[in-house]
């Protein structure tokens, strides 16, 4: 809310009352909310001392419409920056119908779904609709100027600098080449202490900057889902065999790049149909989730594990040595035998057969899970329960 601090002679006889009557009043008992509107969506408009561009308001004074025309100057008093509303009567010529069509422009600015801004070619704001307040919660006085903002709404440094870098590169290319700026996405925290994902839209016009902010972290919130939901097994929360084979190309392409090993597992749970006949189903798909958590456990975080269908899973590894992908290899087939599957009152003893093979020189990635799915079968040949690397 806007309150006034200060007031001279002149106020006192435009808006009639003492210069006592000014103490902590608020600016709408003076000149009405809609006009109160306007005044607070006036942001920095020059630096301290320089007033800002007049412009007209349609304000109650006294209980009667007039046009008034403002100019707002930023003055510092007793080290406090503070905002210097100068009123007047508007020119008669024409001013009731300009200051309807700013009214008019002003409601629909106002009514638009997205932040809407116009900056000095300095970035300083002159002018924020209701929305864009909305959508961040900052006050004027908090972002006085372009500092403020970039250390509000980026509090991490790390990620300031890298929005900041995104925004002036892709405005600096959209001026060279006399365009819009090319949309995209940032996350802002507000000043509730929240995060909200912004589409940021930007074109100059002249000597002013045309903002636009687009709140999509709904519409971003769903694509994660989505695509978690198209590259997850549902049961499992493994990767599903299509998303794990895209990461087994990626990472393949990336070892061969740097001349660097790969291997490929294959593990089956051994005698998983006795399970399901004996338990049922619904046992099976428990026994199918606490053996995807267990090998989780043991694998490196830059290891991709996933499901391939039934009771049969395959991991990717970026492994030094043969001796690593098969201590790698141990260690699940330790995970997973070392104690009893806890299913309700029963404990179910489950062992896992694992096969794999270790990517040569220009070896395709079907080939090298060719070959860990023969050393699998191997395993199981040579009574389960064991691993056999290649």
């Avoid at 949309?183 to 930007?202: E, S, W």
């Avoid at 049961?235 to 660097?260: P, V, Y």
């Avoid at 338990?279 to 090998?295: A, Q, S, W």
């Amino acid at each position: 809310m806007l309150n006034v601090r200060y007031a001279n002679r002149s106020a006192a006889v435009l808006f009639g009352r003492g210069l006592e009557g000014f103490g902590g009043c608020s600016v709408e008992e003076l000149v009405g909310p809609e006009a109160t509107l306007i005044l607070g969506q006036i942001w920095s408009v020059a630096p301290v001392g320089v007033p800002g561009e007049p412009f007209l308001i349609r304000a109650q004074v006294q209980d009667q419409e007039r046009v008034l025309m403002v100019q707002v100057t930023k003055v510092a008093v007793e080290d406090e920056i503070l905002r210097l509303f100068s009123f007047m009567d508007a020119p008669p010529q024409g001013s009731v119908t300009l200051a309807g069509w700013q009214e008019n422009v002003t409601s629909l600015l106002n009514w638009l779904p997205f932040g809407f801004e116009i900056a000095s070619s300095d970035d300083q704001i002159q002018f924020a609709n209701s929305t864009f307040k909305e959508m961040f919660g900052y006050t004027q006085d908090e972002i006085s100027n372009i500092e403020d903002w970039w250390r509000l709404a980026y509090p991490d440094p790390d990620y300031r600098e890298f929005a900041r870098a995104q925004w002036y590169d892709s405005i600096a290319i959209a001026r060279a080449e006399n365009r819009e700026m090319t949309p995209f996405d940032l996350d802002v925290a507000t000043a509730n202490g929240g995060k909200r994902t912004i589409q940021f839209r930007h074109r100059t016009i002249g000597n002013f900057n045309v903002n636009l902010y687009i709140d999509v972290t709904r519409e971003r919130s769903y694509a994660k889902e989505l695509k978690v939901l198209a590259d997850t097994d549902p049961l499992t929360g493994a990767m599903n065999r299509r998303r794990f084979f895209e990461e087994a190309d990626r990472i393949h392409a990336k070892c061969q790049r740097s001349d660097a090993p790969v291997a490929f597992l294959m593990l089956d749970i051994d005698h998983f149909k006795t399970i399901n006949d004996c338990y049922g189903h619904g046992v099976g798909d428990r026994v199918l989730i606490e053996f995807t958590r267990r090998c989780r456990d043991v694998l490196d975080p830059g290891d991709c594990f996933g499901r391939m269908g039934g009771e049969e899973f395959a991991v990717v590894l970026s492994r030094p040595d043969p001796c690593a992908v098969h201590d790698a290899a141990e260690r699940l087939r330790r995970a997973v035998g070392a104690c009893p599957f806890g299913i309700d009152a029963d404990l179910l003893k489950v062992t896992v057969s694992v096969g794999g093979a270790i990517c040569v020189t220009d070896e395709s990635v079907g080939s090298a899970i060719s070959r860990a799915d023969n050393a699998l079968y191997d395993a199981k040949k040579a009574g389960r329960d064991r691993s056999i690397v290649r």
